[in-house]
């Protein structure tokens, strides 16, 4: 008998003439067991993997992390005692890492919300639990996988990792891809995958890491196959940059010129009396040194314009006017405004961007497609009117787009171009991007208002997601930020004229405006617009098989000569 103080052996005993397969199953188990502290090792470990991804984020922006911050957490998921333990794990390192990238939630949520501090961060923590459900499959699956194949972490990781982004819904869309935005070498290969194809690159290589360490067999084939494929990656990547840049050299120019109004949080939407007049003023005088300086188009960013426009409107209002929009210049205009059908309680409201010609007449006018979830709209609150109560702003409640639109756009020399509008967090959503992509825009033009988040990570986080947009689509795309980061993305993905984020209320910074040259090439003719996410959905099916089909042929497989000998 076992004395009570001797420490529990976690080695199962593999008899000789045990089928190799159960041979296998049997060292798995053997060697799943994190010891007799697996729980606080295992949570420790997912703390670890979760700091070390947020720390590769904007704005820490210590992207080499990336390459190694999921090993830990793979460590605790594949030496797991159970399923649910490799879940938990993966789980907790999911919430680590979303409240270290999403800090900046527990502030809107008290603002738009109206909770006290303690219950904001209650609900940012449930927020960060919701959004780190792909990571507790992550655990789950490659767990169950582990127990019937031996595969290496550097496949199977990347394959459940690229099936959880692609399926797991979110509040706040994001990708770990967004850790190498500026490692343009890396990300070319989002004009074939999305960023996807990225996430899986830094899956593999932290799997990779995994297999060399434990794996004393596996890691000279590990290591060989893995910068193999690294090289290739950075390969193209050269290749891509260099044709691109030759492109964007020989592709017609045009000065697109931006304003940051750097009005704050508290300030936006004053469509009353002098403000609001103080506002336009600030736009128009901007606007037209823009034009003087050489600007063929100008943007202003989301929220900038203080007032609502009717959806019968045609065009500017009259010179008369103190809220006419434009004055004092002539060059066509990318503006963002709220728009309303002309009925008794203006219902419903939009989200517009509007083209305003050189003759002052509307070419154009865009609805934002994808609102915002209790900023832009309430869910079900049509259905069951009874929800108006709890709704955080419920004049807020606004009516979404249901198409992508480009906008003409003619040069001096009278030539027509399409420009593609997107509001807000469209710029990071691949999906909708690809909406606009099957327009052939020749231009992408985001229009943002982050001033909620203040001088946070969150501007630069949405900068770094919408970097892909251009390298998937191969066109150039103009971001006019209502406090920053305003900034112009080129053909490669390359950042370039970013300005800054304006901070809070508290320490306001004038407005300002930025003129630069951009390309204007055709953008929708690359593999990733053609094909969308079937790279992901290839990575899906292999993952569904694997883990639930694959296992359950064999097994059948096994009972059919049973049966034939019966």
Known sequence: MMEANQPVSTQTDVKPNMPDELKNQLEFVSASKLGRYELPVGLGLGVLSGILWFLACPKFNLWPLAWFAMAPGLFAMERASSRWRAALFAWCMGIVGNAGGFYWMIAVIERFAGLPRPLAVLLFI?????????????????????????????????????????????????????????????????????????????????????????????????????????????????????????????????????????????????SRGLFAYQQIATLQKLSAELEAAGADLIVWPESAYPEAISRQAEGDKPEQSASRIRRNFTAPLIFNVITYEPTVNRRPMYNTAFMLDQSGKFAGRFDKNQLLIFGEYFPFLETFPWLQKFAPQSGSQYAAGQSAVAFPFRTKDGREWRLGPMICLEDIIPAFGRKVGKLHPHLLVNLTNDSWFGDTSEPWQHLSLSVFRSIEHRTELVRAVQTGVSAYVDVTGKIYAETYVAGTPESPRPPDKILQEVALIEGGHTVYAAVGDIFGYLCAAMTIFLWLIFPRLRRRRKLIPSAASD
Not at 156 to 182: D, G, K
Not at 205 to 214: E, F, L, M, R, S
């Open 126 to 270: 449930a927020v960060c639990s919701f959004q780190a459900l792909g990571l507790l499959f992550l655990g789950w699956i490659l767990h169950s996988i582990r127990r019937n194949f031996d595969l290496p972490l550097a496949l199977l990781a990347p394959l459940i990792m690229v099936t959880a982004e692609l399926c797991m819904p979110l509040l706040f869309q994001f990708y770990l891809a967004m850790t190498l935005a500026r490692q343009l070498h890396f990300i070319q290969i989002a004009d074939l995958t999305g960023p996807l194809g990225v996430t899986a690159l830094l899956i593999m290589v932290n799997g990779a890491i995994y297999d060399i360490v434990t794996n004393p067999r596996r890691r000279l084939r590990t290591a060989l196959v893995s910068a193999l494929i690294v090289a290739g990656v950075l390969a193209y990547g050269y290749f891509r940059i260099n044709q691109m840049s030759r492109l964007r050299a020989a592709a017609p120019k045009i000065k697109v010129g931006i304003i940051q109004p750097n009005v704050s949080s508290n300030d936006i939407g004053n």
